[in-house]
């Protein structure tokens, strides 16, 4: 069997049509060697529309706080317009994409943080839809929002459905699509983060704000079963193959 690549997108990356086009091109063109899933979230975007019918976000701690109403804007936005946009630029570009988001097939499912939010946290992942996909040829593409077991909507954080679908998988990498070219040190990029180090350079500050929780979430997977996470930027078709083999971007391994 084909190694399991996740590649998770969201922010900016998600909605540039020409750098999505050629990451899809260059899925394509390695499909021969790996078997792809690209999850994604579109917190942007979700703000952007939601301002358009007067809610305003709110945020504690750098999580969104998503209210019943918000959260019928997140299903449209990131289980609708973004999800059949990325769809139709992958099939587009030659992949057979499939879009969903984790309530189909009960991909990954959650809990709320509390009962008033539809903000949830993953607790639990059923892979087989996306395998028996995998099989078959077809490119998952993922979006974060999902449902509790007794059935309430959940806005789920890109980056952890991401984790937890890689784990699920076993998936031999993780490629978190970034604004930046990897995690910096000095003005130069980390290429290579172990267990150990990234504890260093948290512990000094190297690494931090919205960082410190990817890389603590990162070697979280590897412990569990991911053998390798990227973090980095996705600018022209090449770049994901490059990533793969750590010439750019940052690669974390336990």
Do not use: W
Not at 44 to 64: H, M, Q, Y
């Amino acid at each position: 069997m084909k190694d399991i690549v996740v590649v998770k997108t969201g922010g900016k990356a998600a909605s540039d049509t020409a750098s999505m086009a050629a990451l899809f091109r260059e899925m394509k063109a390695l499909g021969d060697k790996y078997s792809f899933i690209l999850v994604h979230g579109g917190g942007a975007e979700l703000t952007r529309i939601s301002k358009i019918f007067n809610l305003e976000p709110v945020f504690k701690d750098g999580v969104r706080l998503t209210t019943p109403p918000e959260m019928e804007v997140a299903d449209m936005v990131l289980a609708g317009k973004m999800n059949k946009e990325l769809v139709r630029l992958g099939n587009i570009s030659g992949c057979k994409a499939v879009g969903m988001c984790g309530c189909d097939g009960m991909i990954f499912t959650g809990r709320a943080v509390s009962e008033i939010s539809h903000t949830g946290k993953v607790s639990g992942v059923d892979p087989s839809l996306l395998a028996l996909l995998l099989e078959n040829g077809y490119l998952p593409v993922v979006s974060s929002v999902s449902m509790e077991n007794g059935g309430k909507a959940l806005n789920i954080n890109a980056d952890e459905a991401a984790l937890a679908v890689s784990q699920a998988m076993k998936a031999a990498k993780l490629f978190f699509i970034s604004d930046i070219p990897g995690v910096m040190k000095d003005g130069k990029v980390i290429s290579l983060l172990t267990k150990s180090q990234s504890e260093t350079e948290i512990a000094s500050g190297v690494i931090s704000g919205g960082m410190i929780p990817k890389v603590n979430s990162s070697v979280k997977a590897l412990e569990n079963g991911v053998r390798e996470i990227s973090i980095g930027e996705y600018k022209a078709q090449g770049d994901l193959e490059k990533t793969i083999e750590r010439k750019i971007g940052t690669s974390i391994v336990l």
